[in-house]
């Protein structure tokens, strides 16, 4: 196979990328419309699969679009697109659009496609630089292809050499734009509840990190996040990934986000068997 060739599921077929045409009339172009979920694909096992396929049917309905496949049909798709790929590390993307709407507003029934591309993890040792902004995103419970306001802070972060940011409201942090957030402070996992995208690393991250430090899931203010001890974000493209610095003020690394990184690759690993 030409490794230089990607492929994709459009609609039923399997398909080099550049042969999965979408009509400009779909309201995912004309309204920015659509939902959509990714996940990784390590040594060709799907990570938490069932994970991701539940939050893009919670995506898909919370925001009234249709498509004619079933979970069964969405899994032998991945399947097929995994075969075309022997390589270590893939990354699979699921959108559902709006359709082809007659009044170019109601969604009708979706192009359903699913993209398949090599992908590299931002490296753990790097670590990440955030700006923290006063925003919510709408509908943050469901995962849409809606990136408007992240997007166009993208100059105010390069400015700041930042690298992404972290949204609070009325004092309270929530998420970043394509992750979950955590603090550690006194070796206790804080993770804020409201407001948020509900992760599947998270979720994950979730269900073993009481066996390594006490965790609370609960309303976290921007003054606690600048003086916690080590921050951390998660995310299916990050595993997890250090904050080493928001706003003004610095993190170290720490041995407890390292400990939960660890874990979680453990925990990835049990799945594949």
């Known amino acids: 196979m030409d490794h230089h060739t990607d492929f994709l599921f459009l609609n039923g077929q399997i398909m080099p990328s550049e042969k999965g045409l979408i009509h400009v009339g779909d309201i995912g172009i004309l309204r920015g419309y659509g939902a959509f979920d990714f996940f990784r694909v390590v040594d060709g096992h799907p990570v938490f699969l069932e994970d991701y396929l539940d939050r893009f049917e919670r995506s898909v309905h919370g925001l009234h679009l249709h498509h004619p496949f079933s979970r069964q049909q969405l899994r032998d798709a991945i399947t097929s697109l995994i075969a075309l790929y022997p390589i270590p590390l893939l990354g699979i993307r699921m959108v559902c659009t709006g359709g082809y709407s007659e009044d170019v507003y109601t969604p009708v029934e979706g192009n359903l496609v699913i993209l398949a591309k090599p992908f590299a993890f931002h490296p753990f040792e790097q670590g990440l630089k955030l700006m923290s902004v006063e925003f919510e995103r709408e509908l943050y419970q469901l995962k849409s292809t809606n990136y408007l306001f992240p997007i166009t802070m993208l100059p105010q972060l390069q400015a700041a050499g930042c690298d ?43 269900q073993f990190a009481d066996q ?54 453990e925990e990835e690993k049990k799945e594949k068997h």
């Open 164 to 206: 992404d940011v972290v949204y609070y409201k009325n004092g309270l942090v929530s998420e970043s734009s394509r992750s979950n957030l955590f603090i550690i402070k006194n070796g206790i996992l804080i993770t804020p509840d409201t407001g948020i995208l509900k992760g599947v690393t998270r979720k994950r991250i979730l």
């Open 212 to 265: 390594l430090m006490p965790v609370e899931i609960r309303p976290v203010s921007i003054a606690e996040l600048h003086q916690a001890d080590e921050v951390f974000l998660s995310a299916s493209t990050k595993r997890i990934t250090p904050v080493t610095r928001v706003d003004q003020t610095s993190y170290i690394s720490g041995p407890w986000t390292q400990a939960l990184y660890l874990r979680l690759i």
